[in-house]
Structure formats: structure tokens, C-alpha cells
């Protein structure tokens, strides 16, 4: 999809972002008093979903910039730091949770840049973050397009050895990456699935072979990588098909300068349901065996996420026995019978994704406090 008109919020008009976006992308543009207008505008369209990825909704975030990961107390979570960078993505994901997690969704991205570098320089400086994020609720390298925040995040990060920032994605937008000095302190990250899923669930993303490509290119630019399979989907084949997307990405990069591989089968909020089988109707991923796990989510039945588990983890490790793989938003028999140990015996989740990032990432985590 493509951007076919900018809101900008009075407050920002003047912004130096604000002239930098108009003048990058040159579609029409309508100045509004607050975000309301905008939403009115979306709410009334037949799907205001699609609509709300086709505009861009320039304005000021009004609180912190930096927010904890959004996970449950019921399953584990690597409890990394979210940079709050924007909100929503101009791809179209069949079950991706942001259709109904913003009401109405709407793809917004916020200029003051200055205040959210003054609040990432106070965090660092405090030496207590050590896995940034800015992928959680957007894609990270959409903005490439038409700011330079990945830029200045990633020249930012390079210049202290306790942290890294992580930019996950499903395009190729990677240009603005080359000829930075990252100092290793930046992982790029891909979203992969098999081209079955990419094609019918997956509306304006990047192929996989596309994706892989991308990940080789920033692998010769030197920054370390990160997969994440996520959500896994089951149907006719699956096994099979993500047996092939594991070998072809060993076939692309190496699997020693892979920081972590997530899995985390297809979740989704009921309400999510609904939309899906509005806006997507002809998907089947959503007519399995649910059942409502412990955060209220639709979950394939245990036995289901364990086999799958089990025999994709058994394929990367015949690739890369030495590759750190976990689980999202799991419980601990899963992680007992499908990697065979629980979280809280290597001392938790996040100090065993610190532990990857000081390896690979050259960080120096005695400086943490």
C-alpha cells in the first residue's frame, strides 16, 4: 500500500520532521486540530483498517517514549524495552494484533524526535536497559522511507557498549543501514515465514528469499542478526515448508553471527477473529484446534505447539547447534519438552538474551547496573 495523504497535527506544522516527511513524500495534506479528525476520517470508510494504512498522521507524543514489552504474567517474556517510535505499519498482516489493539488503527509517527533521543540518552545513561526495541508496535524499517530515525538510533546506540537496539522487520528497506557505524550495538532483525503463509497472510510484505537477501547484505555490512518465526502457523505441509525456510536461511547467513531465533506459534484476541474473517475471508488460519490460553488468546492445543516446536528446533539445531532459540510468550512445560530447560534454570529469560547480546553484540555488561 502506499501513503495517499498526510494528517498533520497543528502543533507540528512547523517541525523541522514535519517539512522533511511533506517534502519526501508529496501527497496531499490536511492540517488538523487534534487526532480525532483523523480518526473520524478513518472510522467512517468501509474498512477503516485499510484506510488507516494509507494515511500518515504526523503529531507529537504526549507521554514517555519508552515503555515495557507487553507481555503476561501467565507465559514468559524476554522483558525488553519498547522505543515508542510510532504507531501501526503500512503492510497487511491477516492476524497481526494491531488491527484491534488501536481503535481505530491509524499509522502515526511522532517528529520530536529531540525529546525521544533526550529520553534514550537518560536511559543509557543509566546503564539499566540492555534490549531496546522498536518493532513491537510497528515494523522498525518502514520509517526508512521517509525519516532518518533509524540513522540516528543506530549512530546513538554505537557510541556505549551496555545495550542494543533491535530493528525487526518484513521489508528490505535496509539502504539507510549501509555506511554506518553501528559498532555491532544495532541487530537487524527478520520476521520470517514460509512463502505460503508470506503470500496469503502476508499482503505487501517482503518475499522470503527477499528477506533472507536482505539479512546476507546487512550481514556483509557487519551487523549481527536476529529471526524471529513468529507466529508459526499450522496447516496441510507446514513442517515441511518451514524445514525449507530454515535451510535456506542457513544457505544465506552465518549461523555464528546470529544473536537469537524466536518461535511463537499463532496467537490472537478473540476480537481479532472477527476481523480477520471480515478483511481476510478467504484465510483458513483461524478454522483450527484453539483453545483460550491463560491470557485470553486463542492458542493451538499444547500437544500441537509442542510437536511443531520440537521439530523446528530440531532442524535449526542440525544447521546451527550452537544458535540460541526461544520461546515467545510460552509457559514453562513447553519450554521444559521442547528445549529442555525451563527459563528460571540458565536465571531467567532476559539474563539469558543479556548473556547472547554481550557475545555477540561486544557488550559489556559488568557496566550494568
Known sequence: MRISKLFIDRQVADHPVTRSIQARLAVPSESVQNARQVHEAIASTPDPVRSGKEILYLTRNQGAFFKPCPGTRHYTCCDYKILHIGTFCYMDCSYCILQTYFRPPILEYFVNQEEMMAELDAVLAQKKGRRIGTGEFTDSLIWTLWTDVAKLLIERFATQDHAVLELKTKTTAIE???HLNHNRKTIAAWSLNTPHIIRTEERGTAGLSARLKAAATCEKWGYPLAFHFDPLIIYHDSEQDYTQVIENLFAQV???NIVWISLGTLRFAPSVKTVIQKR??????????????????MRYFKPLRINLYRNIIACIRDHAPNVVVYLCMEDNEVWQKTLGFKPDD????PQMLDMCAAKLCDLNLDTVQ
Open 280 to 297: 481476510f475471508p478467504d484465510s483458513k488460519i483461524i478454522y483450527a484446534e484453539f483453545i483460550k490460553g491463560s491470557d485470553g488468546k
Open 176 to 178: 539507510q543501514l549501509q
Open 346 to 349: 540458565v536465571g531467567g529469560l
Open 254 to 256: 552465518s549461523a555464528d
